[in-house]
């Protein structure tokens, strides 16, 4: 089972999971993330840039040992204390196992103890249903909400964007 979130390691069975993961149409769209077709290469520098970069933190989640989705703090804001938090299971068979919950807890601890900081906030399709149940049964409340904010690139429809946020 997960035990802890843990560095993404660029192996070739990792990297060719982001770069699937990059390219579903499906993902993407829960995620407001348009999709790309990477080479391995260009897959490799993602992860790298996103291991550099100073204002985020960016974790595998892990099930026995196989990269199944990744977690991130983005838009680390030190003098604010307060950030992103995100996260995505790639692969639908480990949907629903309680990784989100896992991995949400343990991204709130690295928020609080390694970047010390008080506030996540969260931004989640309104049809992402699991998503937003998933951060409301963690304690996140509703913040705000972007009316026809995001055009569905599976269906076409303009969806609103919650905004969820917990202190920590």
Same mark, same amino acid.
């Not at 999971?17 to 999709?35: E, F, T």
């Not at 790298?48 to 933190?57: H, I, L, P, T, V």
């Not at 601890?109 to 008080?118: C, P, S, T, Y």
């Given at each position: ?7 993404? =390691?660029?192996?070739?069975? &990792?990297?060719? =999971?982001?770069?699937?993961? =990059?390219? %579903?149409? &499906?993902?993407? %769209? ?11 290469? @260009?897959?490799?520098?993602? +992860?790298?840039? &996103? #291991?550099?970069?100073?204002? #985020? ?29 995100? +996260?995505?299971?790639?692969? @639908?068979?480990?949907?629903? +196992? ?7 807890? #343990? +991204? @709130?601890?690295?928020?609080? %103890? ?11 399709? %309104?049809? &992402? ?8 049964? #963690?304690?996140?409340? *509703?913040?705000?909400?972007? *009316? ?21």
């Amino acid at each position: 089972m997960l035990k802890e979130l843990g560095e993404i =390691k660029p192996s070739d069975i &990792n990297i060719e =999971k982001l770069k699937n993961w =990059k390219a %579903d149409r &499906n993902l993407c %769209d829960l995620i407001m993330s348009k999709p790309v077709t990477l080479s391995k290469d @260009e897959t490799r520098e993602w +992860l790298r840039r &996103n #291991q550099a970069d100073e204002n #985020q933190e960016i974790k595998g989640l892990f099930l026995n040992g196989e990269l199944v989705g990744v977690a991130r703090l983005m838009f680390i804001n030190s003098e604010d204390s307060l950030a992103e938090i995100g +996260l995505y299971i790639g692969g @639908e068979n480990t949907r629903g +196992l309680g990784l989100g919950t896992l991995a949400l807890s #343990q +991204l @709130e601890e690295i928020a609080r %103890d390694k970047w010390r900081l008080n506030k996540l906030y969260a931004r989640i399709l %309104d049809s &992402n249903i699991s998503s937003v149940m998933l951060f409301k049964g #963690q304690g996140y409340s *509703r913040e705000g909400l972007l *009316r026809s904010h995001y055009r569905s690139i599976i269906t076409s429809k303009w969806n609103d964007i919650i905004y969820l946020a917990k202190f920590i």
